[in-house]
């Protein structure tokens, strides 16, 4: 059985994969440990790729206008499409729309095609939802998008703040790597800033639960104190304009600013001031905000004027959120960007038009995410070409971005998943490429460029992103510029213009990759940028502004721009969960990924839930001015009074009205585009249905309009949660009735069950009550593979419970071994005080890790028990 060494397809982390298949075509992965990221580490994610590889719901023919075409048909039908456009309105009126899940030569290829040729900017990436402050920060701190921190930078620092970051749950395997820093480093001290106390906090000595989106005012109050404490170093002494916009911001305001006390602020300040190194990491928390670049250069400020950069254990790190994002960025994927570091100025203008040997070479800069989407929407741009994303559901105010996307004259997705809310939209489909079928390169948060290699053959009639959009690009005639025959071959031409006129004015240098041989490409390990032929010194400390000097920039501190008031009196706060990954079309397809958090839910604090009457695990209904949601309740200690927490995964393809972005409102931020997805203006009540049922069946179900519905993936079955305002018995006993199903009833007034059988298989189960019925959801889903045949087995089956009392696990804490909390806290009280202890004894926490910090809470809330 042959190993493969790839890399992951899910966060920024980058962590190797070997990969293997054996003769059945099952799928096994474990971690590399000669890969420099995770050094053999995985998270519940990376663990369980091999149980996303399955071609269930899959795309694998193109398709134009519904119906499946051959491969000529469809790219002659989106040639003649594209340019009709372009020959009607022009250029502009269209756009591509990237994803940070596109390998790096997918990538460039977009670029070449929309801005060299068809000749507008109008390509950006959904990496402008996450990391376009974060790229707008150190382009105006350094001259360049340059992240100048490693992972080993984490492991070698005296302070390490996290801010906006839930590492544990967003990049779970640095996370193990900071927390195995700190167990081997006591010293190492960990700050963590966020208005949600979350799994990261179980290794901080500090939290700081600020105000959301007041992360400015505490940054720049902290360049203040380094003034004040004459910590600054001589470059940064000079009474700059930074230094005095900040000179304002005492302990004392920010700590009003911050929603924090004064001894909290200082206890901070004093320790980063003090610390020999400090890094901070940062994230979402600050690039999601209609103020996220200024936040960005808030933290680089303090990094500069401290000296805490450009050396060992200090920086400002910003962690990209997607495998690719930084591949992105370093072709240029984003409209604001021309390619390879290259801006939208005379001599990079002409310098990339002779490279690619263009005259239609786009000359400004383009359409960013959201504007673009509105452009859509407006009629102004008639053709859009998406890209390995799911804008419907990723964007703010879902339901503008869904009408804009009806409304369009072509719309244009590429994508391996049949179904999608996106999908839904298009005129055309182009069935691609996934993890483990496709081949090339990726770039992680800390520049290391590695590749993605295939393991699996292409399946059905799917083609790579890069050679789809290079028979497009030959088809509107620009043959001899998109002749690649291979990846490598893109790779080639991406490194060349990277070292193109390069002497190290541009930071962004991998010219020396430029001649690799293909078998030289195909073996090529990890390594991190510049890989340059130019002799010129890549100097942090100097940047890239061609003076030699990095730019420290004002910050005025700006509250968020989610206002409440008694129409909508909460902040919403969105973000990850653990075990699943952006829109769910390959998590949400494994079982033991579904069990942690399995349905959308609400995290509020005990006195919100009393204020609002919020009963905990019932249903409630979210609204803002733009739209709705409904979620479970979940009691949580860990939010602010006056903030909720919804996860942002779920979508119409596993719940009806589980998306969050319904709620949110489409501001952005003035220089980077980005939008302000972590906070927005709610309101919150409960909702008490009639009736809930559990439906298990073997084929999805239309359901009426009424009822709301959450999907998850079970074993062999389909596990819907339904609930609904008028009776249901009628129309799931007629639906079933019309398939000749025999049917088994238990009518016990409120509780109502029923099971569906044809020739001795069992095809569906319903059990139903006026509030959430307790089932045995494993039991069940076995008994689908394996029917009972007796009638007390079957009596059994129909009250949704074996015949002997088995007590519930409770939430799933550990999704390798489904260890629940139940289980965790009874081994807790029978003396097991340590993870180790639980893992010998109930094996949590001894495969991935990813639950640790779970482990960890459970303990402590067991050890605050005991002491009260």
């Known amino acids: 059985m042959q190993t493969i060494r790839t890399t992951c397809p899910y966060c920024g982390v980058g962590c190797g994969v070997l990969a293997s298949v054996d003769d059945a075509g099952q799928v096994s992965v474990r971690g590399d440990d000669q890969h420099p990221a995770n050094l053999g580490r995985l998270c519940v994610k990376g663990a369980a790729l091999g149980e996303t590889t399955g071609l269930a719901g899959r795309l694998l023919a193109p398709e134009v206008d519904g119906q499946q075409v051959a491969w000529p048909q469809a790219l002659a039908e989106t040639a003649a499409r594209l340019q009709q456009v ?29 801005k060299g040729f068809i000749g507008a900017a109008n390509i950006d990436t959904n990496s402008r939802l996450c990391m376009s402050s974060a790229v707008t920060g150190y382009k105006r701190a350094f001259g360049a998008d340059v992240v100048p921190c490693s992972y080993e930078d984490v492991e070698n620092s005296d302070l390490v703040v996290l801010v906006g970051s839930n590492a544990a749950w967003a990049h779970p395997v640095l996370f193990q790597r900071l927390a195995q820093a700190k167990r081997d480093n006591p010293r190492l001290r960990i700050v963590v800033i966020d208005p949600r106390r979350t799994a990261t906090c179980e290794i901080a000595d500090r939290h700081l639960a600020l105000a959301p989106g007041s992360d400015g005012g505490l940054f720049v109050g902290l360049l203040n104190a380094v003034a004040q404490a004459g910590a600054c170093i001589d470059g940064f002494r000079d009474g700059s304009q930074a230094l005095a916009e900040a000179r304002g911001w005492d302990v004392a305001k920010v ?23 400090a890094i901070t990491l940062y994230t979402m928390g600050i690039n999601q905000s209609a103020s996220g670049s200024d936040k960005c250069n808030a933290i680089i400020n303090v990094h500069l004027a401290s000296g805490k950069y450009g050396r060992p254990g200090c920086g400002p790190f910003s962690l990209t959120g997607q495998p690719n994002a930084m591949g992105g960025r370093e072709v240029g994927g984003l409209a604001t960007m021309l390619a390879a570091h290259m801006d939208f100025v005379p001599d990079d203008l002409q310098r990339l038009a002779r490279f690619w040997g263009t005259e239609r070479l786009a000359q400004t800069p383009g359409l960013t995410a959201v504007e673009l989407f509105a452009a859509i929407g407006r009629g102004e741009v008639k053709a859009v070409w998406i890209m390995g994303t799911n804008p419907v559901v990723s964007l703010p105010d879902s339901h503008a971005v869904s009408q804009a996307l009806a409304a369009c004259p072509l719309v244009i997705v590429s994508d391996v998943a049949a179904q999608t809310d996106t999908g839904h ?41 890069w050679w789809i959009i290079a028979r497009v690009g030959q088809a509107l005639g620009y043959r001899e510029a998109f002749a690649w025959q291979h990846p490598h071959d893109v790779f080639r031409e991406h490194a060349a213009l990277s070292g193109f006129e390069n002497d190290g004015q541009r930071a962004f240098d991998i010219g020396a990759l430029a001649d690799l041989s293909r078998e030289a490409w195909e073996a090529m390990a990890p390594v991190r940028w510049p ?46 969960i653990r075990d699943q990954w952006h829109t769910m079309t390959r998590t949400g397809a494994v079982p033991r990924l579904m069990q942690h958090i399995a349905e959308p839910v609400v995290e509020v604090t005990p006195q919100d839930a009393v204020r609002y ?15 709705v949601m409904v979620a479970k309740v979940t009691i949580s200690e860990g939010q602010r009074p006056g903030s909720l927490f919804v996860p942002m995964h779920w979508n119409n393809q596993f719940a009806r009205q589980g998306r969050v972005n319904n709620l949110l409102t489409a501001v952005t931020d003035p220089y980077s585009g980005q939008p302000e997805s972590k906070q927005a203006a709610v309101a919150i009540a409960a909702w008490q249905p009639a009736w809930h049922s559990e439906l298990f069946c073997r084929e999805p179900l239309p359901f009426p309009a009424a009822w709301h519905w959450r999907r998850r993936a079970a074993p062999g079955v389909l596990h819907y949660s339904l609930a609904g305002e008028v009776s249901a018995r009628q129309w799931i006993s007629a639906w079933c009735a019309r398939r000749g199903w025999q049917l088994q009833v238990a ?18 189960g319903w059990w139903s009550d006026a509030r959430e019925p307790a089932v045995d959801s494993a039991w069940i889903s076995a008994a689908f593979a394996a029917p009972p045949s007796d009638a007390v087995q079957r009596h059994a089956l129909l009250s949704g419970r074996p ?22 806290n009874e081994a807790i009280a029978s003396g097991c005080a340590s993870v180790g202890a639980l893992g010998g004894k109930l094996k949590c926490g001894t495969n991935c890790g990813s639950c640790v910090p779970e482990l960890n809470a459970l303990l402590a809330a067991q050890r605050t028990r005991t002491q009260a």
């Open 86 to 114: 372009i020959d009607q309105h022009g250029p502009q009126a269209v756009a591509f729309y990237a994803s940070g899940q596109l390998l790096t030569e997918d990538y460039y290829a977009a670029n070449k095609l929309m």
């Open 255 to 277: 700590a009003d600013f911050c929603g924090l006390t004064v001894d909290e602020v200082a206890a901070f300040y004093r320790e980063f001031i003090a610390a020999p190194r």
């Open 425 to 465: 939209f298009a005129h055309i489909r182009f069935p691609a490429l996934a993890w483990g079928e496709k081949n090339g390169t990726v770039t992680n948060s800390e520049r290391r460029i590695s590749r993605q290699r295939s393991f699996l053959p292409p399946p059905g009639e799917a083609k790579a992103d």
């Open 531 to 576: 890989v340059s032929r130019s002799e010129a010194a890549w100097d942090i400390a100097r940047g890239w502004h061609g003076d030699g000097r990095l730019r420290m920039v004002p910050v005025t501190p700006q509250p968020t721009r989610a206002t409440t008031d008694v129409f909508y009196p909460l902040i919403l706060n969105s973000g990850r």
């Open 613 to 627: 009457q919020l009963p905990a695990d019932g249903l409630a209904r979210i609204w803002s001015r733009h739209g």
């Open 747 to 764: 009518d016990g007034g409120a509780v109502w069950n029923l099971l569906a059988w044809h020739q001795g298989r069992l095809m569906l």
């Open 803 to 824: 015949g002997a009392a088995v007590a519930p696990r409770g939430r799933i804490v550990c999704s390798c071994f489904g260890v629940g909390e139940r289980s965790i």
